[in-house]
């Protein structure tokens, strides 16, 4: 079964709202999540690293005032974004692990569909 | 920088044939990691295999094999006997030593016709 929970699996918001979307891992602490934005057949790109505890580091090109990462538990780390406008229609996946991914296998929720209209 | 290619975009085989995805990287660093996921159209990635740097060994899982060539930095995937259900998005990522994220190859749509 998933060990990374994501929400939610799809959402469709007004141009101007906010959305907040939630990455869980299940059975395991993850003290580092990642979230990628994904385009209709395109790659997984990296937004951004979500420490537990500090604040999020973003990829260059990422606006971190629009896309607000929030890594308060050891389970938990939500992505808002904010103000969305139709450019934010994408996919949205987090990924998670235990710890090093050396020893530790990465995991995927399944992912956020956002249309923004 | 870590980089993945995936030269193949777009992939066509009739059912039973047997498929090669082609992954090539470049990494600096002597420790790494590399992935396969397969992407759905349900959109949700999974996780197929990951194999370290030292450890070049091909695998094999039931249809599945990987060629992992550290000379030609090469992480090719093949699938035998091809299946409807394995028409997917295939990934290639690499992850350098530590708590890294992935990066991720373009994809390669694979398309199985019964």
């Given at each position: ?7 939610p699996s799809?959402?469709?918001?007004k141009?101007?709202?906010?959305v907040?979307i ?5 059975d395991?602490?993850a003290t580092t999540?990642f ?5 209709p057949?395109q790659?997984l ?6 420490n537990e505890g ?16 929030n ?10 974004v904010?103000s ?7 996919f ?8 090093p991914?050396y020893n530790?296998?990465l995991?995927?929720g399944?992912g956020?569909?956002?249309?923004v209209? | 920088?870590?980089?993945?290619t995936q030269?193949?975009?777009?992939i ?9 995805l ?13 992935f396969?996921y397969?992407q759905?159209p ?7 295999i990951r194999?370290?740097?030292f450890?070049e060994q091909?695998e094999?899982?039931?249809?599945y094999?990987?060629n ?5 930095s090469?992480?090719?995937f093949t699938?035998?006997?091809s299946?409807?259900?394995?028409s ?15 990066v ?6 694979l398309?199985?016709?019964?």
């Amino acid at each position: 079964g998933a060990v990374v929970s994501q929400h939610p699996s799809r959402v469709i918001c007004k141009s101007g709202t906010s959305v907040k979307i939630e990455c869980r891992s299940l059975d395991f602490q993850a003290t580092t999540m990642f979230w990628y934005r994904q385009f209709p057949k395109q790659s997984l790109m990296l937004m951004a690293t979500s420490n537990e505890g500090s604040k999020a580091t973003y990829e260059q090109g990422v606006e971190k005032d629009k896309f607000l990462i929030n890594h308060a538990s050891l389970t938990l780390s939500t992505l808002t974004v904010t103000s969305a406008h139709p450019e934010d229609s994408s996919f949205y996946i987090c990924s998670a692990s235990a710890g090093p991914i050396y020893n530790s296998p990465l995991h995927f929720g399944n992912g956020t569909r956002l249309t923004v209209t | 920088a870590q980089k993945v290619t995936q030269a193949q975009t777009e992939i066509s085989v009739v059912e039973k044939e047997d498929v090669t995805l082609d992954c090539v990287y470049e990494t600096r660093d002597t420790t790494y990691y590399l992935f396969w996921y397969k992407q759905p159209p349900s959109g949700e990635l999974v996780f197929l295999i990951r194999r370290n740097s030292f450890d070049e060994q091909n695998e094999i899982s039931g249809r599945y094999s990987w060629n992992f060539q550290k000379s030609t930095s090469s992480f090719n995937f093949t699938i035998t006997a091809s299946q409807v259900v394995d028409s997917a998005v295939y990934f290639c990522a690499l992850s350098e030593e530590g708590n890294t994220p992935l990066v991720f190859g373009k994809g390669t749509r694979l398309s199985v016709i019964a």
